[in-house]
Every structure is written in structure tokens, then in C-alpha cells.
């Protein structure tokens, strides 16, 4: 048994404490909007890391939740990794941006962390390949206000946590301990299957309607969304686990953040390569959650569909593969029919 990834009890005292900060810091204003209204497609509690083939040590698992969810790795002790990826949102941030710990707007969309383990580069720009490699990021962006050494004191003070880190890795609270054990319990948070999943690996159309499926044929033929959003890219485990993810891990400028004097640069900031300006990773589809793209610009999944059939926002560096698709209406609601369905 893996313990208490879902156990109700644990989750929740967790979840109380932290929702009384997340509604704290949103009285106090929310300067980037909020999405509203919005169903969490991709989250399902129940689902666990083992039913899809993954044994997980269970010590390791539960140190890294309750790292994942305790705000005392943060300035002001109010920020943890699940103030930004948030269980209810299925692990991502349902605000246009992030908020760091001071309080100030970051850049970029929380993107949901379901199937965070199979994906094989990470973040829009791809800057990390590795989730023990990415744990130290928001430590050093400065979205938890401190740095990790700080972080791995203050573990160090508190006798519980000093004792899990033993049993669990056999010394005491360190950095690289932490992200050893936040990367484990990351890998547990798996989506449930979908009925795009049954399509897509069992070949079982009747799971879908006629317009989800006209919609499947948009996607795979006419738009062609799924050169890029690929259900199974080879350089990951998805259909070893029948997860399609529905991404090349490649990197296309389709315009989001539009021109040149935008503050993001993506892929480019990593590279310095002019063709890599404006493009970000192709994002997972299978798990994502609204606001859409790396800014959060596009608030549901009807507005990306328009961005689409428009071709994108024209830049030097636009793809060529985005060009104005003239969608009709009905190609328009089956398109967002299917997308919806990836996570029913
Ligand atoms: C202040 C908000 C915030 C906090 C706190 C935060 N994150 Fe994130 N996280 C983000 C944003 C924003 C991104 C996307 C940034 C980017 O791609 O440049 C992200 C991206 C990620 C990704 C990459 C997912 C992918 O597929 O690209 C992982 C993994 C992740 N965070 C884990 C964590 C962990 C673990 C912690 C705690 C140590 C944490 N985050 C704390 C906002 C936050
Ligand atoms: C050229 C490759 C490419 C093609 C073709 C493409 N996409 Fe994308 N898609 C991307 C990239 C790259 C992003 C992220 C862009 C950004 O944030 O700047 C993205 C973002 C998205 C998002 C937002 C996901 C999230 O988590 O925020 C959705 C939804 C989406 N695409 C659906 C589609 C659909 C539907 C089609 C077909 C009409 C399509 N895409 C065609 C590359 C592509």
C-alpha cells in the first residue's frame, strides 16, 4: 500500500492549513485574474503511481508530500510547492501567472504536475530534465523567498522531519534529500485513464461521441494539432503506461506572447538561438488545466481553439505549421469536444 498519497485525512489537515493562505494572499488582491468556473478534467483522486506499473518507496513518497505541502520552506512561511500547484486545480494554478512568495507576479502559467514523471524535459522552456534537477528552481528563482540551504536548516530544527529524512535516506535533512524525496512523490501523481486513452490504446471508438470523434479526426488530419501535441512521442514512457501525452517535447513559436519586445523570450533564453525566440516546449495536453498557454493569455479552451483557426499571433518566428485553419462552427465545438474528452 502506498501510504496516505490520497488518504483523506492527512490530505486534507494539509489542504485546510494551506487553503487558509491561499485565501489570505487572494484578499489580499489578485493582481493577474483568475480563471473562474473551472472543472479540474485530469484529476483523479484514486489513481496511484502503482496502478500503472510504478512501485514507489513509500517513506521516501511521504516525506516528499509532506515537503511538497509545509510552507516553512518559504520567507514568509506561507509559500510551499502546493501554493502554485495546487491538488484541487489538478496540481497546477488556476491564475493567469504565479505568485511568489513576496507577493510579486512571475512570468509564466503553473503548469499541472499529473504525469510530471513521464515527461521527459520540463518546463515551457525545457530548461530541466530531471525532477530532482527541477526541485531546486523555485528555490533559486526566488518564488519561495529562500534559498535551499536555508530550507534544509530550518528540516533540521524539527525533530520529526529529522527522523523521516533518516529512515527514509539514511542521513539528515539536505538539499539533494529533498529533492530526492519531492521528485518521488511527484512521480506518484498520475492521471486517471481517459476515454482518449481507451481510443488511443485499446482502439475503442465507442467511448467517444460522434462529435468527440469528429474532433479526434480535426485534430489528427485537418488542423494538424497532432503533429506537434503527438499522443505517443518516442522519447517518452506514455505508452508503456497508456498515457498519451500529447506532445513532440519539441519547441514551436506559435505567436503566444507575440513580439519581439515581449519579456519572454522562451526557448531562446537557454539557447541564444534566433529561431528558438518566442518558442516554447509543446505542452502535455493530456493534463492541462486552464488558464492555457505559458502565459495564461488564453482562459478557456474555446479561446485557444479561436487562436488556432485565426493562425496564431504573426511573428517573425511563427511556426509553419500554424496558418489560419478557417475552422467552422461545428469543427470549432468538436475540436473542443475532443480536447475536453482527453481528461473524462
Ligand atoms: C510561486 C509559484 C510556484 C512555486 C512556489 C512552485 N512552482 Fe513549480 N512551477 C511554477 C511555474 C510558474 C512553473 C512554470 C515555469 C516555467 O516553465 O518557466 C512551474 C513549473 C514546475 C515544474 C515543471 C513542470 C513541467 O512539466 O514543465 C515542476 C516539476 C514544478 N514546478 C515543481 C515544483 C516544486 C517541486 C515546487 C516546490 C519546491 C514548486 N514547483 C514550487 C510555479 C511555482
Ligand atoms: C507547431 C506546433 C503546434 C501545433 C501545430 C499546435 N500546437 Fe498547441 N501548442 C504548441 C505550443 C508550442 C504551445 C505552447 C505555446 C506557448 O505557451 O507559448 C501550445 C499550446 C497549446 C495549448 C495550451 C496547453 C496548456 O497547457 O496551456 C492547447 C490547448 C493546444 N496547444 C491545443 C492545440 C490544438 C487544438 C491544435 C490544433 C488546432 C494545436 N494545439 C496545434 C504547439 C503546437
Not at 527522523?163 to 524525496?181: C, I, K, S, V, Y
Request: aromatic fraction near 10%; proline fraction near 8%; glycine fraction near 10%.
Amino acid at each position: 500500500m502506498l501510504r496516505g498519497v490520497w488518504a483523506a485525512g492527512a490530505f486534507g489537515a494539509v489542504l485546510l492549513l494551506w487553503i487558509g493562505v491561499f485565501e489570505h494572499r487572494t484578499a489580499a488582491g489578485d493582481p493577474v485574474g483568475r480563471a473562474s468556473g473551472v472543472p479540474v478534467p485530469h484529476f483523479a483522486p484514486g489513481t496511484r503511481s502503482f496502478e500503472i506499473g510504478w512501485r514507489p518507496d513509500e517513506q521516501l513518497v511521504a516525506l516528499g508530500e509532506r515537503l511538497f505541502f509545509d510552507t516553512r520552506m518559504s520567507a514568509t512561511g506561507r509559500t510551499a510547492c502546493a501554493s502554485c500547484h495546487d491538488p484541487r486545480y489538478g496540481f497546477a494554478d488556476p491564475r493567469r501567472v504565479s505568485l511568489s512568495d513576496n507577493g510579486k507576479p512571475g512570468r509564466r502559467n503553473a503548469p499541472s504536475l499529473l504525469d510530471v514523471g513521464l515527461r521527459p524535459s520540463l518546463m515551457w522552456d525545457g530548461k530541466f530534465h530531471a525532477l530532482e534537477q527541477q526541485v531546486f528552481g523555485p528555490f533559486a528563482s526566488g518564488e519561495m523567498g529562500i534559498g535551499v540551504e536555508h530550507a534544509a536548516q530550518r528540516l533540521n530544527a524539527d525533530e520529526r522531519y529529522v527522523h523521516q529524512f533518516r529512515e527514509a535516506l539514511g542521513n539528515w535533512p539536505t538539499p539533494d534529500g529533498m529533492a530526492q524525496a519531492i521528485a518521488a512523490f511527484q512521480r506518484t501523481l498520475v492521471s486517471r485513464e481517459s476515454r482518449v486513452d481507451r481510443l488511443l490504446t485499446s482502439n475503442d471508438a465507442s467511448c467517444l461521441t460522434t462529435l468527440e470523434l469528429d474532433g479526434y479526426e480535426i485534430f489528427s488530419r485537418k488542423a494538424p494539432c497532432g503533429v506537434c501535441h503527438r499522443p505517443f512521442p518516442p522519447q517518452a514512457d506514455g505508452r508503456k503506461y497508456r498515457r498519451p501525452l500529447f506532445s513532440d517535447f519539441q519547441y514551436h513559436n506559435i505567436g503566444v506572447g507575440g513580439r519581439y519586445a515581449a519579456p519572454d523570450a522562451g526557448r531562446f533564453e537557454l539557447t541564444r538561438r534566433q529561431p528558438d525566440w518566442g518558442a516554447f516546449r509543446t505542452p502535455p495536453l493530456r493534463n492541462s488545466t486552464p488558464p492555457y498557454m505559458h502565459d495564461g493569455s488564453l482562459a478557456t479552451l474555446e479561446e485557444v481553439v479561436e487562436f488556432y483557426s485565426a493562425g496564431g499571433i504573426p511573428n517573425p518566428n511563427l511556426s509553419p505549421l500554424i496558418r489560419p485553419l478557417h475552422l467552422n462552427g461545428y469543427d470549432k465545438s468538436a475540436l473542443v469536444a475532443f480536447l475536453r474528452a482527453m481528461g473524462e
